[in-house]
């Protein structure tokens, strides 16, 4: 999706609840993604990546969901904790290409 | 080093003047990116190094905005005649290069402020 010039979506979650992140991508090539967290004043960080021969997979509290038919990758973190607060990315890699390019982020703020 | 390197990590710039910015990847990795970041946005690929080919510098918005790879380790971005529109936090990252896609490992960051 449209990305530069736009303020970062948002979404706001009570603590505890599950958090449920959406990313589009459009390069029907691409057959590696990952998610990475930047919090205020840092580099983005990893936090999960699923390659394009699996549709689910699971780390700790996170789960990333991969459908390649819309060219839709969800990121799911379980009990959301005030330390999630972030603004989340995802990033696709087609394999000729090689470089990683990124969506426009989601600005995860998690409430009291 | 244990992570990417970059420096310096502020850096203030009068309109006009060049500046440059350099990482430091991580140990044996032979794949390094620049991106660029602008305030509540999202990161713009500029320009990325693999190996011994030839970079690809397709994200690089103008002919003001160099980078090399020096020994396929340390590498500088360069920006010349610095605009205000320059202004952004630049990011280096690098990753390991094989036949299998792997994460890519940032820096903290260069915040340049253009005044």
């Known amino acids: 999706g449209e990305s530069v010039g736009l303020h970062l979506p948002t979404l706001s979650v009570q603590e505890g609840d599950n958090s449920i992140i959406n990313c589009a991508y459009s390069n029907s090539a691409s057959d590696y993604f990952i998610w990475y967290k930047q919090e205020s004043g840092k580099g983005p960080q990893f936090i999960i990546d699923i390659r394009s021969n699996m549709d689910k997979r699971q780390g700790q509290r996170v789960t990333v969901l991969l459908n390649k038919t819309v060219k839709h990758l969800s990121l799911q973190i379980a009990a959301t904790q005030p330390g999630d607060s972030a603004v989340y990315f995802c990033?696709?890699?087609?394999?000729?290409?090689?470089?990683?390019?990124f969506g426009s982020g989601t600005q995860l703020t998690v409430l009291p | 080093g244990a992570g990417v390197s970059q420096s310096p990590s502020n850096k203030v710039t009068e309109k006009g003047k060049d500046v440059e910015l350099r990482c430091d990847p991580i140990s044996g990795h032979t794949a390094l990116y620049w991106y660029r970041q602008s305030l509540g946005q999202g990161l713009e690929f500029l320009i990325y190094f693999q190996g011994n080919s030839a970079p690809d510098k397709s994200g690089l918005p103008s002919d003001r905005f160099s980078a090399e790879r020096t020994g396929g380790s340390v590498s500088t971005l360069t920006i010349q005649r610095t605009q205000q529109e320059d202004s952004a936090v630049y990011l280096c990252?690098?990753?390991?290069?094989?036949?299998?896609?792997?994460?890519?490992?940032f820096g903290q960051g260069t915040r340049l402020t253009v005044v």
């Open positions: 990252a690098s990753s390991l290069y094989s036949s299998v896609n792997t994460e890519a490992f």
């Open positions: 990033a696709e890699n087609s394999g000729s290409a090689r470089q990683l390019t």
